[in-house]
């Protein structure tokens, strides 16, 4: 990621221009936030332009790309994080030839897995056929371009991944527009369903362009899958830990919208805004705060391969915390200004988004618990840099467990408490990430010249 955001940087700081920097920022937010960015303005449109649709047809669509979206993040949250250090690491000893055939193995994976596991869910659901193979293509649509993403970071085109996410919008949006209104639920989903099966083959063909032929040969990441197993499994408690909440308000105090699907209108929307707000921190920490530690972090794993005194060792390390400190006070005045301003419209973005005025509470939770959770990855992402899987899996599993006993308590207390469990086990987790972070760099020499 740092690789990308080298590249976005440039246009920022040495193109100039206020479209050069718009575009920049654009792609960062598309890359950092893609699928989540996608989902989102779908749900939107569908709710603009689907006006042919009855109210329950509605709900019934967004229920179901909303569990489709947050089984997909589960299911492969794991596999794209150890897939991620598999890519690192082949980078690393210059096995680009086995960059292809990695990625088409781990796309049949997928695809087959999620299709498999899709189909039975369907069928638990009571879904009609036709509703279930809609679903199902959403399914391992949505899944694989999170897989793609971590390719997509190694061939470092960040317009067309741009590009690729705004075709799939627009093939949409048209097909709504041109032949929605003749249509009903199972084909608005089929064609939401090919929309993004569209930008997971144009996802495939950047992939294919961008890096060698590959050489069968040179496989192993299936191997490595078990290898990086502590990965796989801080991954998926990541994923996890986002949606735990939302499921049980869904099982418990949500309402049926299609087949055994449930949903909860008012607690999802926020949330969904809420997630929004978000976007601008995970831009700036693609273009600038993990770039400008990614260059301290190499200069001083630099000093120590290149054998350097240990005096110039510790000097870097104290540069990195001091990086590290600096970058991400200036995103937390960037994201906290944001932040703040939306607790404080919440009121009138409520009233624009047509929520009910009672929603205003819990969509300021919800932005207070994004930017937590946003700071959470953060420390997550640099705890891992220093191979620090356990304490990021440690964070995680925090995130998790508070999440999931705080939302069974709100779903007790009642709506007032709607959301503030979200946003408590989110600065949890965080205090736990920072601590472990804390601890990380006050034993830096150790952990650096005595691991195993």
């Not at 299911?75 to 150890?82: D, N, R």
């Not at 039975?120 to 509703?131: I, N, Q, R, Y």
């Not at 959470?376 to 508070?402: E, G, P």
Request: charged share 10%; glycine share 8%.
């Amino acid at each position: 990621m740092a690789g990308i955001g080298f590249d976005l940087r440039h246009l920022v700081e040495h193109e100039g221009g206020m479209f050069s920097r718009l575009r920049a920022y654009a792609a960062a937010g598309v890359i950092a936030a893609g699928p989540w960015i996608v989902t989102m303005a779908s749900l939107w449109l569908v709710r603009v332009t689907a006006t042919w649709l009855s109210s329950s047809e509605l709900e019934s669509f967004l229920s179901i790309v909303g569990a489709v979206f947050a089984a997909s993040l589960v299911t492969v949250s794991g596999l794209q994080m150890a897939v991620t250090r598999y890519l690192a690491d082949a980078l690393y000893v210059q096995r680009y030839g086995g960059l292809l055939p990695a990625f088409a193995t781990c796309t049949a994976l997928v695809a087959a897995l999620q299709a498999v596991s899709g189909t039975l869910l369907c069928w638990w659901l009571d879904f009609s056929p036709a509703m279930t193979l809609a679903t199902v293509l959403l399914y391992v649509s949505v899944s694989l371009s999170w897989l793609g993403m971590a390719w997509l970071t190694v061939i470092r085109q960040h317009d067309k991944v741009l590009l690729v996410y705004l075709v799939g919008g627009a093939v949409f949006l048209a097909m709504l527009m041109l032949i929605g209104s003749r249509l009903g639920l199972v084909d608005v989903l089929t064609m939401y369903a090919v929309s993004n099966g569209l930008i997971v083959v144009m996802m495939s063909v950047l992939i294919a362009r961008g890096v060698e032929v590959g050489d069968v040969r040179s496989g192993g990441v299936i191997p490595a899958m078990w290898q990086h197993r502590v990965l796989l499994l801080t991954g998926t408690v990541y994923g996890l830990s986002l949606w735990i909440d939302k499921w049980l308000f869904w099982v418990l105090d949500g309402v049926p919208t299609i087949g055994a699907l449930r949903q909860h209108p008012l607690y999802d929307s926020c949330f969904y805004l809420g997630y929004l707000t978000v976007v601008p921190a995970m831009a700036v920490n693609l273009v600038h705060l993990e770039t400008k530690f990614y260059e301290v972090y190499r200069a001083y794993y630099g000093a120590v391969t290149g054998n350097q005194p240990l005096a110039r060792i510790r000097q870097l390390g104290q540069r990195m915390a001091a990086s590290l400190r600096e970058s991400a006070a200036s995103l937390i005045r960037v994201q906290g200004g944001i932040t703040v301003g939306c607790v404080a419209f919440a009121p009138w973005i409520i009233e624009v988004v047509g929520l009910p005025e009672y929603a205003v509470r819990v969509f300021r939770f919800a932005c207070i618990g994004a930017f937590c959770h946003v700071l959470l990855l953060i420390a997550i992402l640099v705890m891992l840099y220093f191979d620090r899987r356990k304490s990021a899996l440690r964070a995680c599993t925090v995130f998790l467990v508070t999440n999931a006993l705080l939302a069974w308590w709100s779903v007790s207390a009642g709506p007032y408490t709607y959301g503030a469990g979200f946003a408590v086990a989110a600065l949890a987790g965080l205090l736990v990430a920072l601590w472990e972070l804390r601890r990380t760099f006050s034993k830096l020499e150790y952990l650096t010249f005595m691991r195993e």
